[in-house]
Nanobody, 113 residues
C-alpha cells in the first residue's frame, strides 16, 4: 500500500523559511517523479515544484529562486525548502507521486505579514 505523509508546515513570518518533507511508503518512489502542489482557500490546486526520478526539477514562476525541491531516494523522501516566504504562499501544501492517484494529506503553511 502506498502512503504519503507530509510534515514541516507551520506559521512563519514573511521572509522566513520552512522545509516540508514527504515520506513515501512502498517501492515505487525511486522510479517516479514527485511533486508539491498547494491550494489556498477558494483557489485551484496548483503545481509548485516537480522533480523527476533522475533529479530534473521544475518550478512555478511564482516560487522560482525561493523554493527548492529535492529528493532522497534512500529515504523515500521528497523535500521542499521554502525561503523568503511571502503571505501569498499561505496554502495547504500537498505532495504527490506525479501521474498517479497518490496524494498526501496536506500540511498547512501560513505566512504572516
Amino acid at each position: 500500500q502506498v502512503q504519503l505523509v507530509e510534515s514541516g508546515g507551520g506559521l512563519v513570518q514573511a521572509g522566513g523559511s520552512l522545509r516540508l518533507s514527504c515520506a513515501v511508503s512502498g517501492s515505487i518512489f525511486s522510479v517516479n517523479g514527485m511533486g508539491w502542489y498547494r491550494q489556498a482557500p477558494g483557489k485551484q490546486r496548483e503545481l509548485v515544484a516537480g522533480i523527476t526520478s533522475g533529479g530534473t526539477t521544475n518550478y512555478a514562476d511564482s516560487v522560482k529562486g525561493r523554493f527548492t525541491i529535492s529528493r532522497d531516494n534512500a529515504k523515500n523522501t521528497v523535500y521542499l525548502q521554502m525561503n523568503s516566504l511571502k503571505p501569498e504562499d499561505t496554502s495547504v501544501y500537498y505532495c504527490t507521486i506525479l501521474l498517479s492517484r497518490y496524494w498526501g494529506q496536506g500540511t498547512q503553511v501560513t505566512v504572516s505579514s
